[in-house]
Structure formats: structure tokens, C-alpha cells
């Protein structure tokens, strides 16, 4: 339920600004067809912006390489044909301008490069005076037809395009260049490097939450930000981050590391809510991926790379390629492999080296359990881009991707004295005497299961004590004799469980755009996403099965579903653009049973031993299924230039799921340009984000480690099993958020551009995993009544739920300059601070513990800074950044009894290119240049986690590489 006294309060703070400066609200009908202008050569980047401002026009960069093109200058009354015509000239580019005054800028094909400079009047380049109509409609004719993207909607708008400092909303764009010059291992590793909003962690040992990390932008978990790729919703992962250090606990965003840099023209990064425009999820932002559609060119790239360890190895091999699909379309294609060593960066813990100096030889060096970045092997992808025009009017579009790769984590160590269910036995009273509660002393034992047919305990096989951390020699040995066993004759230093996991991501999306005689615009689409995750577990037991045991099982796995069709339309008349549509999305999530041997329940069952394999249970054949929910939704969007300076934006819309309801949500956001160099923006929104069908749905049983007891296996039930309803669990709803933005915007000629953005964010309802509930005998009981036979095993149970409020507030800012400090150089520099706070409102604590509220509130730097310089002189090309991760705090294996207070860290990035020719570059470069780690865990030899496990800037250390790329025409 919105409050509306809420939005009314905020709507005025936000439009009270606009208001004060917009009067009177007149707007020019006309253009005028010549401008006094007077820009001198500089690059490109400032004096398009500065033509844009002079002529009251909007810019739209097509191509981010146009920035680095120092352009010519005029000075004197031109046509703006003219005056692009001059300012362009001899630097590979051409403009042009659309009637809803947008200026475009893009690159020449080949085939245009190919006109003779004779064609065009070189007089007339100098003489304003001079008719410029042959050569301009030419190039305007050429690019209408090879370049029909040039409609496209900007992310934020569905009016025409618009540079990012005219958006009434923060937008950043990182061109693709700038993307690839950072050592990051995968895309959401260099996104995070870039922007600081956007935060990673390694997340070892965490099961799936290993194979697909979740990211967070602005301190809200992964899919509380919407993902599109091409302006198109993208689906989400299979993997649900059950453990997923604290905020990400729970969440199911989408894969974005599937997505190749090399394949990238562009990233477009809202942040603000936008669920009115775009639907669920886009409470914190919207990160559009913009694909690559050049017709001609390409690029191949090899990189090699290491850690200053000496480990993680990795080689990668990319390339993208551009072609003509006739003279009328496009086929642009990308392609990565990459291949990655694990990493350890851990110590012995202190219970393997009690073993060790307790005469075990059998305990694995130098760590018995490592920590550090998984192995990922065949990590290959491929994306597909293609457009083609049907006629003046009509444009069909197409992109589809194919990626899979294989991960391999390790998970907790098997201690072969103490791990319950697998080694440890009961205690026994030897009459050693009492301990200080006044309870006897009882000397440890192992586990041991008697064989024989149709026994229900082992009370006829031998007793098999532990003195001094080692076992009873001799009562070991005659187990066989006994027709008894016990996993320390097989595993006498005990084991550590492997995990590994196949991901498989394909897309297709298609559709067709244009327009009608009447002048309305179309956009007609279908996608379909599929993300499927299988899981193996090797290196361990279904200890139940006793010596029959297989080690190495298949686990079964999880498939993602989606669906949609979308039909949008907008229509501009004079100063107001109206923008409607539907649509329609199917969500399906699977889960696939793995080998019976892995969630079987064996004959030593009764005996104390666990069923399933032990670290990761399979998924039985109860738990599988197929879960499905629909939802159609409509939205309207007005635009309305209230002046020539100040712009409003209104959007509304209604989604109908069929597993909840309903929900309504609206957008308002305006900018006011004071004068040419200086803006003010905001927004106030609702929004919304719809439980996904496997936080509903989905069974889950997990090895996770407790202060207190060790290892212990968890069960993730759905909130509407009855020992989760017994607990407090409901039916899940959608969360709700009330969103507040504010900025300013500053230009000047001189090549500096600010931005500043304040932000206010309150989610209501949110969903997340409750936090661990210990169950009694009875209630495993019911467990086992409703046919969940495993149930036995669990130490404790959680469940999804709506059970607290946050408000996140923060600011964002940018400063961007870019100068020729030394004549013919190029030099850009970029400042980026992000500043989030996040507050738990209301919470029960019943459900959700205060370590789990001091995780959500502390677990991401409160503060975070990137100072970049990149710099251009001759053949070289340099690029250099520092970055400043302020405190956080860690309940380290989520305990409240192991708190980590971290301090604030700065690591610098760096990378220097030489070309070699116009068409061969190599780079040599380092990710964290210096080598910087997180100060050491104290409390390593709990765990053998060396550092912090979830450390903003990982804790692998400093990683160097060398990679060499070929460009081709």
C-alpha cells in the first residue's frame, strides 16, 4: 500500500526546483536555420556538446570512439548541416539530426569512405555561405539505411535519445573500450571496477553462490537490479545465492558474466528505480548491456594473465567480427574462451594440525581445506547480433547467445574425529569425572556401523576410542572382523568435499521496429532465456551406504524459464511524446533429481549416519518439479517538454501475476536546464520486485558451518511447508519500494562535466532467507511424516520470507575532464564517489538474528572512490586507476560469534599499450598493481579462510597480464 502523503511531500520536493526556474512555459515552434557559433578545435567529445548547447539540439554518441577525435573549428553563422559538415571533416565521422532535435553522430562504413574527396566542394568546408545539400543528404540518405539504431531508445526514455547529461535521470555509459582495459577475470568483476555503486565478492565456499556470483548495485542484493540486454529484459540465473555473504543471502539475479566485454559497444547503467518503465526488479537500477552492430571491422585478443602468487592462471582468447547481411543489414559476431586456475589462499586449521602433531599423516598439505577462487574450465560464450531493413519503414532485429562453462569449488573439511553423521560417535563414560556443570567427562569415539542384514544399531560392534586425537589402533582393526565398518579405515585423514557445477545460458530474442504512416513508432518483440545449472559432488560420501558408497555423485540440478513477448508504441506530437505497451512473461523454474545414491537413505541409516551426499544432498525425486507463474502487464509513459529547458516525465504501470496479484507503480522525474552549462534533476518513484518462482518453490540441503557445532546441514524449505509455517513462514508477496532522487548536472566548454545525485530508497517487505532455525526431534518427525525421509540429517531449517524493511540512502557523484595537456596528447581523468547507507527499519527478531541486520547494513563499504586517468600520446596508450574501499564488517561464516571489523583499503589498477602498427596493439597491465590483501583473519584457524571471505576487493592479491590485439577492417 503506497502512502500517499508520502508521494505528495516528495513529489513537491522534487518539482519544486523545476517549478521556481521554468516560467515561463512557453515552447519554440520553430528552428531557426542558422546559428552564431563559435567553437574552437578541440575534441570531438566537447565540441559536439558545445554545437548541441549552442543550437539547443540534444547529442547522441552512436560510436564511443568518436571521443578521442579532435575536431575543427568554426566560428561565424552556419547551418547546422554546416557546421557538422566543418567540425567533421577528414575524422571518419559524420552527423546528422533527426526533427525531434537530436543530434547523431556516427562512424563512416567503408563503402562511404570509398566517395572521392572531389565530390564534395572543398571550398565550401571554409565558406559558411556555401550549399552543402549534395554531400549532406547523401550521408543523411546512407545513414538512415545502414544505420536504423539510430531511433533506438536511450535507457530511461522512450522519447528520442539524449546525452547522459540531458537525462532526468543519473545514467553512466562505459563505452566497451573502456571496459577491457582492467585486468578483471569476468564481466561483473570489470563493471564493479568501474562503477562504484556496483560491488563483488569472490564467494568461496558458497556453494552455487561459487559457480554464479551475485553482484550488488547500490546495496540492494542482485535482483533487486534489472538487467536488459539491447533495451530487452534479460533472464535470470538458475542459481539461487543461498549463502551469499549476508545482502546477496537468497537472491536469483541474472548471469551477467556470460556476456563477452569484446562483444560490447556500450553499458548503460540507470540508477534510479524505473519498475513504472520496466517492470519487477529495477528498484535499485537498470544496467543495460548494448551490443556491438558495426557491418565491417573486427578485433581479435589474446591475454594471458597470473596472480603474483604464481596462481590462477588464466587464458582468454576473444574476438568480434562485423559483416554485411546484404546491403541492408548486419551480423555482428562475438566470441570468448577462457580458461582459469584456482587460487588458495589459506592457512591449516587448527583442528587438521592437532591431527598432524597428534602422528596423522594422512592430512592434506599445506591446507586441509582451501580457500580462494574456484577452477573454471571451457568457459566459453557466444553472442550473435543482426539487423536487417525490411524497407524505409521497417527494421528486423535479432541477437542470440550460447554459453556454458565448467566450475570446480571445494567446500569444508571432514574432520575424521569429529564430523557427526560421517565420523564422530557418541561419547562415552569411562569415569573420567565431571566437568564444571557437573556433568560426566566423556571420552569422544568413531562412528561405526554394525553390517550385518536387519540390525538397527551397532551395539554389538566394538567401541573405538579417541586418546589424544588419535583412534583405538586396535579396536579399528577389528572392525572386519566384527562385520562392522567405519569411514576413518578409508578416510583416515578424513576429506573435503569437491563441488563443481555445469552452466549452460542460451537466448533468442527477435522482433521488428518502425513506423506507421501516422507517424507512430513500433516496437514488436519475443525472447526466450533459458539458464540451467548441474551440480556433481566429488571427494565424498552418502555415509549411509557405508563401504558401498560411491564417491563422486551427480546432484541433479536447477533450470530458469523465461518467456515474453512485448508490443510498445510512441507517438510525438510537437513537444509531447506519448509511449504505451504490454506485455506478457511466463517464469518457469525446474528442479532435476540427481544419481538415487545421492539423496538415498542407506541400511546404516538408524545408526547415526547421514543419507545424501554429504556436503551438497542431491536433489531427490520428491523435491523435483516444474513450478510456473504468468504475468501480463501495461504501462503509459508521457514526456512533455513543459519549455525548451525543462522536461517531465511521467510513466505508469499495472502488472497481474498469477501467483500474488496485482500491483501498480508510477515514475515522475524532470530536468530543468538553468543555463547551458548547468541542470537540475530528480525523480520520485514506486516500484516493485516479484518473489521469483524458486524462492517460492525450491528445497535446498546444505553443509554450513556453526560457531558451536561445526558442520551442520541446513535446509532451505518453502515458506509454505508446515514447519516453516510453524516457524512464521507465509505465502511470499512482492516487495515494495519508495524512491526519492535528486542531482545536478554541470558542462562547461572546457571539457568538464559533473553530476551529483542523492538518493532515497525504502523497501518494504523484502524477501530474503530467514536465519537458522534449530529444529527439535519432533518437528524432524513431521518432516519425515510428510515424506522429506532426509529430514533426519537437518541440524536446523530457513525459509524465504517478507519479514523487513530497509531505507538506503546515499549519493552519487562524477566528475569527468578531459584536456590536451601536452600538445598532440589526449588525456581524460574521471572521478566517481559513491556513498550508501543502509538502515534495517523493522525486523522480527525471531526471524531475521542482529547479526543478519548488521550484515545487511555493514557488509558493503560504506563509502567507495575510483580516480581514473587514461592518457594518449603517439603510439602509447595508458590507463590508470585508484580505488578506495572504505570499512566493513563481516560475520565471518555468518556467526555472530566471529565478527570482523575491517579497515579501509586503496589498490591501484593500471595497464600501458603500445601500437605496435594502426592494426597490432600489446598491453601489459595489473589488477591491483601493488599487491594490497585484506588484514588477516583472526580467527583462520577456526576455518582456514587466510582473509576476510568476503572482501570488496578480493583477497587473491595483485594479478598481472599481457594480452595482444589485431584489429581489421
Not at 562475438?334 to 586449521?349: A, H, I, L, M
Request: aromatic fraction near 10%; hydrophobic fraction near 35%.
Amino acid at each position: 500500500m503506497i502512502c500517499m502523503s508520502w508521494l505528495k511531500q516528495r513529489s513537491l520536493f522534487v518539482l519544486l526546483p523545476f517549478c521556481f526556474f521554468s516560467a515561463p512555459c512557453i515552447h519554440a515552434s520553430e528552428i531557426e536555420e542558422s546559428y552564431l557559433l563559435e567553437i574552437p578545435s578541440s575534441k570531438a567529445s566537447v565540441a559536439l556538446k558545445a554545437l548541441a548547447r549552442q543550437t539547443k539540439y540534444s547529442l547522441l554518441f552512436q560510436n564511443a570512439e568518436i571521443e578521442s577525435v579532435v575536431t575543427n573549428g568554426i566560428n561565424g553563422r552556419y547551418t547546422l548541416k554546416q557546421a557538422l559538415q566543418q567540425l567533421l571533416k577528414n575524422s571518419g565521422f559524420f552527423g546528422g539530426f533527426t526533427e525531434k532535435k537530436v543530434i547523431t553522430i556516427s562512424r563512416l562504413s567503408a563503402e562511404q569512405k570509398k566517395i572521392p574527396e572531389e565530390i564534395i566542394d572543398s571550398s565550401a568546408l571554409v565558406d559558411p555561405s556555401a550549399n552543402f545539400e549534395i554531400s549532406t543528404d547523401f550521408i543523411e540518405d546512407k545513414k538512415a539505411k545502414e544505420n536504423p539504431e539510430q531511433k533506438m531508445v536511450i535507457l530511461g526514455s522512450r522519447a528520442a535519445p539524449r546525452s547522459i547529461g540531458d537525462s532526468p535521470v543519473p545514467v553512466d555509459v562505459i563505452s566497451g573500450d573502456e571496459l577491457v582495459k582492467n585486468g578483471g577475470q569476468d564481466m561483473i568483476a570489470m563493471l564493479a571496477s568501474v562503477v562504484p555503486s556496483f560491488n563483488v565478492n569472490s564467494q568461496p565456499i558458497a556453494d552455487a553462490a561459487t559457480l554464479i556470483r551475485p553482484a550488488n548495485l547500490r546495496g540492494l542484493p542482485p535482483d533487486n537490479t534489472l538487467i536488459l540486454v539491447n533495451g530487452k529484459r534479460r533472464h535470470r540465473a538458475s542459481v539461487i545465492a543461498f549463502i551469499g555473504g549476508g545482502i546477496a543471502d537468497g537472491s536469483q539475479g541474472p548471469d551477467v558474466s556470460v556476456i563477452p566485454t569484446i562483444g560490447l559497444k556500450q553499458v548503460e547503467i540507470l540508477r534510479d528505480g524505473a519498475a513504472a518503465q520496466y517492470g519487477s526488479d529495477a528498484i535499485a537500477g537498470v544496467i543495460n548491456f548494448v551490443l556491438k552492430d558495426a557491418p565491417d571491422g573486427g578485433l581479435f585478443e589474446v591475454k594471458y594473465g597470473s596472480f603474483y602468487e604464481g596462481d590462477g592462471d588464466t587464458v582468454q582468447y576473444t574476438g568480434n567480427v562485423g559483416a554485411h547481411l546484404s546491403e541492408a543489414g548486419f551480423i555482428n559476431f562475438s566470441f570468448e574462451w577462457k580458461s582459469q586456475d584456482p587460487t588458495s589462499r589459506s592457512v591449516q586449521r587448527d583442528d587438521a594440525l592437532r591431527l598432524i602433531a597428534a602422528g596423522n599423516t594422512n592430512i592434506r598439505t599445506p591446507a586441509a581445506q582451501v580457500w580462494g577462487t574456484p577452477e573454471v574450465n571451457d568457459n566459453f560464450k557466444i553472442w550473435l547480433n543482426t539487423g536487417l531493413d525490411l524497407n524505409d519503414n521497417q527494421h528486423a532485429y535479432l541477437f542470440t547467445n550460447w554459453a556454458e562453462r565448467e566450475v570446480e569449488g571445494g567446500f569444508f573439511y571432514r574432520n575424521p574425529n569429529t564430523r557427526d553423521g560421517v565420523f564422530a560417535g557418541p561419547g562415552v563414560d569411562d569415569g573420567a569425572g565431571l566437568d564444571e556443570n557437573g556433568n560426566p567427562i566423556l571420552t569422544p569415539t568413531i562412528l561405526v556401523g554394525d553390517l550385518s542384514p536387519d540390525v538397527l544399531n551397532n551395539s554389538a560392534c566394538p567401541i573405538v576410542r579417541i586418546i589424544n586425537d588419535v583412534p583405538d589402533a586396535d579396536a579399528l582393526a577389528s572392525l572386519p572382523g566384527a562385520n562392522c565398518f567405519a569411514f576413518n579405515r578409508l578416510f583416515p585423514g578424513g576429506f573435503t568435499p569437491l563441488f563443481s557445477g555445469h552452466i549452460l545460458d542460451v537466448s533468442l530474442t527477435a522482433g521488428t521496429r518502425g513506423e506507421f504512416s501516422n507517424g507512430i513508432s513500433y516496437d514488436f518483440s519475443a525472447y526466450v532465456g533459458e539458464s540451467s545449472s548441474s551440480f556433481r559432488v566429488k571427494n565424498t560420501v552418502n555415509a549411509s551406504l557405508g563401504p558401498n558408497s560411491p564417491t563422486n555423485f551427480k546432484a541433479g540440478g536447477y533450470t530458469q524459464r523465461e518467456k515474453a513477448v512485448n508490443v510498445d508504441f510512441v507517438n510525438s506530437i510537437d513537444v509531447t511524446t506519448y509511449a504505451w505497451g504490454i506485455e506478457w512473461r511466463q517464469d518457469t523454474f525446474e528442479v532435476t533429481a540427481g544419481d538415487e545414491a545421492s539423496f538415498e537413505i542407506g541400511p546404516l541409516a538408524n545408526q547415526g549416519f547421514n543419507s545424501g551426499s554429504n556436503g551438497f544432498n542431491g536433489f531427490s525425486t520428491r523435491s523435483q518439479g516444474t513450478f510456473s507463474r504468468y504475468n501480463i502487464s501495461g504501462y503509459i509513459d508521457v514526456e512533455q517538454e513543459i519549455t525548451d529547458d525543462f522536461l517531465v516525465d511521467l510513466a505508469v504501470r499495472y502488472e497481474d501475476f498469477s501467483d500474488f496479484g496485482t500491483t501498480t507503480n508510477f515514475k515522475l522525474s524532470g530536468i530543468h536546464n538553468i543555463d547551458e552549462h548547468f541542470a537540475v534533476r530528480g525523480g520520485v518513484s514506486t516500484g516493485f520486485r516479484a518473489p521469483t518462482v524458486g524462492q517460492s518453490n525450491v528445497t535446498n540441503v546444505t553443509t554450513a558451518f556453526d560457531a558451536d557445532l561445526g558442520l551442520v546441514d541446513q535446509a532451505t524449505l518453502p515458506p509454505t511447508n508446515p514447519i516453516s509455517v510453524q516457524l512464521g513462514g507465509k505465502p511470499l508477496q512482492p516487495e515494495d519500494s519508495e524512491s526519492v532522487s535528486f542531482g545536478i548536472v554541470y558542462e562547461n566548454d572546457g571539457g568538464l562535466f559533473v553530476t551529483a545525485d542523492f538518493f532515497h530508497i525504502e523497501v518494504t517487505d523484502r524477501i530474503a532467507q530467514t536465519s537458522n532455525f534449530k529444529i527439535s526431534d519432533r518437528d524432524r518427525e513431521e518432516l519425515v511424516a510428510q515424506g522429506v525421509t532426509d529430514a533426519t540429517n537437518f541440524t536446523s531449517v530457513k525459509f524465504f520470507t517478507n519479514d523487513f524493511d530497509t531505507t538506503t540512502k546515499g549519493l552519487d557523484v562524477v566528475v569527468s575532464y578531459a584536456a590536451a595537456i601536452i600538445e598532440g596528447t589526449d588525456t581524460k581523468f574521471n572521478l566517481a564517489y559513491n556513498h550508501t547507507n543502509t538502515d534495517v527499519d523493522a525486523y522480527d527478531p525471531d526471524i531475521i538474528s542482529e547479526t543478519r541486520v548488521k550484515q545487511l547494513e555493514q557488509n558493503l563499504p560504506t563509502n567507495r572512490v575510483t580516480f581514473t586517468i587514461a592518457h594518449t600520446q603517439g603510439h602509447w596508450d595508458s590507463f590508470f586507476r585508484v580505488n578506495y574501499y572504505g570499512e566493513y564488517f563481516e560475520a565471518h561464516q555468518d556467526s555472530a560469534e566471529l565478527p570482523i571489523n575491517a579497515n579501509a583499503a586503496i589498490t591501484v589498477d593500471a595497464e600501458v599499450t603500445y601500437n605496435i602498427t594502426a592494426q597490432t596493439l600489446l598491453s601489459v597491465g595489473a589488477q591491483n598493481l601493488f599487491n594490497e590483501f585484506p588484514e588477516r583473519n583472526e580467527f583462520s584457524g577456526v576455518d582456514g579462510a587466510k582473509y576476510p571471505s568476503t572482501s570488496p576487493f578480493g583477497f587473491n592479491g595483485g594479478f598481472w597480464y599481457i594480452k595482444a590485439q589485431y584489429l581489421f577492417d
